[in-house]
């Protein structure tokens, strides 16, 4: 593969991407290109020893995802980052994906279960309005929505601390698929 073609390639493969970061990142691998040239390579050799355009292109688009849930973290940075790492292979289907959707539904069910627990005090007038009235169910209900405040409370913590934990997991694993860690 020439190094027109290589670029060319890396540029289509890079369009989730800003035209600026792509520039920078097709001026690196021009630089690449021109050192190895220097060097008395072929640019065949050059291209084959960077890697192909495709798999450059996925690791750099799951590092960008990454560092861009870092900066903002809101949740479709999250999914474009999980996804971005599943790309990477598809042993990460596996590695990736199942803890995400375990943490997902742990998440979903504490937030699930303090919003229930804080909207029962309604089950008590919809037994009003049927006549089957009892001071218990009332005390029951500001019970159980005294826990609900206080789960949401915890959830909203949870919420942020396993958004981070998971984060640093992807950027483990990305690290990983990427050449191993560093000693």
């Given at each position: 593969?020439?190094?027109?073609?290589?670029?060319?390639?890396?540029?289509l493969?890079l369009?989730?991407?800003?035209?600026?970061?792509?520039?920078?990142?097709?001026?690196?691998?021009?630089?690449?290109?021109?050192?190895?040239?220097?060097?008395?390579?072929?640019?065949?050799?050059?291209?084959s020893?960077?890697?192909?355009?495709?798999?450059?292109?996925?690791?750099?688009?799951?590092?960008?995802?990454?560092?861009?849930?870092?900066?903002?973290?809101?949740?479709?940075?999250?999914?474009?980052?999980?996804w971005?790492?599943?790309?990477?292979?598809?042993?990460?289907?596996?590695?990736?994906?199942?803890?995400?959707?375990?943490?997902?539904?742990?998440?979903?069910?504490?937030?699930?279960?303090?919003?229930?627990f804080?909207?029962?005090?309604?089950?008590?007038?919809?037994?009003?309005v049927?006549?089957?009235?009892?001071?218990?169910?009332?005390?029951?209900?500001?019970?159980?929505?005294?826990?609900?405040?206080?789960?949401?409370?915890?959830?909203?913590?949870?919420?942020?601390?396993?958004?981070?934990?998971f984060?640093?997991?992807?950027k483990?694993?990305?690290?990983?698929?990427?050449g191993?860690?560093k000693?």
């Amino acid at each position: 593969m020439t190094k027109e073609q290589f670029l060319k390639n890396l540029n289509l493969a890079l369009e989730g991407l800003s035209s600026v970061e792509r520039q920078d990142i097709l001026e690196d691998y021009e630089e690449h290109f021109a050192i190895g040239l220097e060097e008395g390579k072929t640019e065949e050799q050059i291209a084959s020893s960077l890697g192909t355009p495709h798999h450059i292109a996925k690791e750099l688009l799951a590092n960008y995802h990454l560092e861009k849930v870092e900066t903002t973290n809101t949740t479709g940075n999250i999914f474009r980052a999980v996804w971005a790492a599943i790309g990477l292979g598809f042993f990460n289907l596996v590695i990736v994906l199942g803890p995400f959707i375990g943490l997902l539904g742990v998440v979903f069910a504490g937030w699930v279960a303090g919003v229930s627990f804080i909207v029962s005090p309604l089950l008590v007038l919809v037994n009003t309005v049927n006549g089957t009235f009892e001071i218990f169910d009332l005390f029951a209900s500001i019970g159980l929505c005294g826990l609900g405040l206080f789960i949401i409370l915890g959830m909203f913590f949870v919420t942020k601390w396993l958004t981070k934990g998971f984060v640093k997991y992807l950027k483990f694993n990305v690290s990983l698929v990427k050449g191993g860690l560093k000693a």
